[in-house]
């Protein structure tokens, strides 16, 4: 690039050799013929200076900072490649133990609920007994209560009965013939009540 420069520069100064014949009769110096050797070697002498210094100085230092900038952005890219792979990897183990625990809290789920529901059977199974043996126990004591309610009843009838003539007539009376009235009242009316 710097070669095309110089060489443009030099065909330009040679283009304009026809114009500065035109301008020498103006009194131009720099376009007098007389001092066009010393021009061009002034000329010849700072683009090869500045040739030199571009050459040598310059473009080498451009040079090198644009190959140390695509070292480094091939190494940056290479960095991030490993690093989505990196990731993706990663993204694949967080996946698996994503599953892995939705399979075990799943699992912990259904065998907590299986044992919650044989508790709750054999606890209900166990309630049911308690509940049928309450029941028989309370069935027998109205039996009882049933067969001894007559005696009691006939008693309570014998000891009321008793004052109440007692109270009525003022004299003590024989309870036996007190009992043997109940206990005939009793015989005919038990059927009614108490299904005998």
Request: avoid cysteine; proline fraction near 2%; hydrophobic fraction near 40%.
């Given at each position: 690039?710097?070669?095309?420069i110089?060489?443009?520069?030099?065909?330009?100064?040679?283009?304009?050799i026809?114009?500065?014949?035109?301008?020498?009769?103006?009194?131009?110096?720099?376009?007098?013929?007389e001092?066009?050797?010393?021009?061009?070697?002034?000329?010849?002498?700072?683009?090869g200076?500045?040739y030199?210094?571009?050459?040598?100085?310059i473009?080498?230092?451009i040079s090198?900072?644009?190959e140390?900038?695509?070292?480094?952005?091939?190494?940056?890219?290479?960095?991030?490649?490993?690093?989505?792979e990196?990731?993706?990897?990663?993204?694949?183990?967080?996946d698996?133990?994503i599953?892995?625990?939705?399979?075990?809290?799943?699992?912990i789920?259904?065998?907590?609920?299986?044992?919650?529901?044989?508790?709750?059977?054999?606890?209900?199974?166990?309630?049911?007994?308690?509940?049928?043996?309450?029941?028989?126990?309370?069935?027998?004591?109205?039996?009882?209560?049933?067969?001894?309610?007559?005696?009691?009843i006939?008693?309570?009838a014998?000891?009321?009965?008793?004052e109440?003539?007692?109270k009525?007539?003022?004299?003590?009376?024989n309870?036996?013939?007190?009992?043997?009235?109940?206990?005939?009242?009793?015989?005919r009316n038990?059927?009614?009540y108490?299904?005998?």
């Amino acid at each position: 690039m710097v070669k095309k420069i110089y060489f443009n520069s030099i065909f330009f100064s040679f283009f304009f050799i026809k114009e500065a014949f035109a301008a020498e009769s103006g009194g131009m110096p720099q376009l007098n013929p007389e001092f066009w050797v010393s021009q061009i070697f002034w000329l010849i002498l700072t683009f090869g200076i500045m040739y030199l210094v571009l050459s040598k100085l310059i473009l080498p230092k451009i040079s090198n900072n644009l190959e140390t900038r695509k070292s480094q952005i091939l190494e940056n890219i290479e960095a991030a490649e490993k690093q989505r792979e990196d990731s993706e990897a990663k993204l694949k183990e967080y996946d698996e133990i994503i599953y892995k625990s939705k399979l075990e809290a799943n699992s912990i789920f259904n065998q907590a609920r299986e044992k919650a529901i044989k508790d709750i059977s054999a606890k209900r199974a166990v309630l049911d007994q308690q509940i049928d043996n309450e029941i028989a126990e309370a069935e027998k004591e109205i039996d009882l209560l049933r067969k001894k309610a007559p005696e009691k009843i006939n008693k309570i009838a014998i000891e009321t009965s008793s004052e109440l003539l007692q109270k009525l007539i003022g004299a003590e009376i024989n309870n036996s013939s007190i009992t043997a009235i109940v206990d005939d009242l009793s015989k005919r009316n038990g059927d009614k009540y108490y299904g005998n």
